[in-house]
């Protein structure tokens, strides 16, 4: 079992909470809207050669030991990129909301997503929401991220959380596909991207919950590993 510090914030304020985990979990294909959500898939294959999947939402089964709070990463080869998600942290019947980037090596993604997956850090945020505080503005909830690539700043995500499938949906999913998941950390899939992959040095990703008048940011640096010449 792994255990991480976060800030948990609510209606009254701050507080430490300590989360125990030990299953990491990403989800993927998990579009809210079945179209776009066959239309992603079909862009992946056709730009990247990666292929279909089976079934969807895919159910991806990661080492906890990915799961980071550094912002200063190391990534191997100059085609991984990150993308912003919610992150729902389970704690037996407490669920708490977060957020994540699924950072995913776009090259190896062609050969095994689950792979592409797996060798890359996964970075969450410090503070968690109570999700009692969320179900009834949800669909208020904003998701974006931006990226910088040759020193530029760009808009990368613009979306809400009702972009993606919701929390109900994907728990009971995993539980009757996985099984227990009484303490894991589960990255939801994500929103639509504005024009295409991008592969910067550095991922910046907010959640903006517009009815409460706060917000969730995240970001890093992507760094290289070269091989040696």
Excluded at 2 to 27: N, W, Y
Excluded at 202 to 211: I, Q
């Amino acid at each position: 079992m792994f255990t991480m510090r976060f800030d948990l914030e609510t209606k009254e304020g701050r507080s430490p909470v300590d989360i125990k985990f030990d299953r990491l979990i990403a989800i993927g294909y998990a579009g809210s809207d079945m179209e776009k959500t066959m239309a992603h898939i079909k862009e992946l294959e056709r730009e990247l050669g990666v292929p279909a999947p089976a079934r969807i939402p895919t159910i991806f089964n990661l080492a906890p030991q990915l799961l980071t709070r550094d912002e200063d990463l190391l990534f191997a080869g100059d085609m991984s990129c990150g993308e912003a998600e919610y992150v729902m942290a389970v704690q037996d019947d407490r669920l708490y909301i977060g957020l994540g980037s699924d950072h995913t090596d776009r090259k190896l993604e062609s050969v095994s997503v689950l792979k592409s997956k797996q060798v890359c850090l996964k970075p969450v945020a410090p503070v968690l929401w109570d999700y009692g505080e969320l179900k009834d503005h949800w669909d208020r909830i904003a998701l974006g991220s931006y990226q910088t690539d040759g020193g530029e700043e760009v808009r990368y995500q613009d979306g809400r959380l009702t972009d993606i499938l919701p929390p109900e949906f994907l728990l009971k999913e995993l539980r009757e596909r996985t099984g227990d998941i009484s303490h894991a950390v589960i990255f939801s899939g994500t929103v639509p991207l504005l024009g295409g992959f991008r592969f910067g040095e550095k991922f910046r990703c907010y959640m903006r919950d517009e009815a409460l008048g706060r917000e969730i940011a995240l970001s890093y640096d992507v760094k290289r590993a070269a091989e040696d010449e």
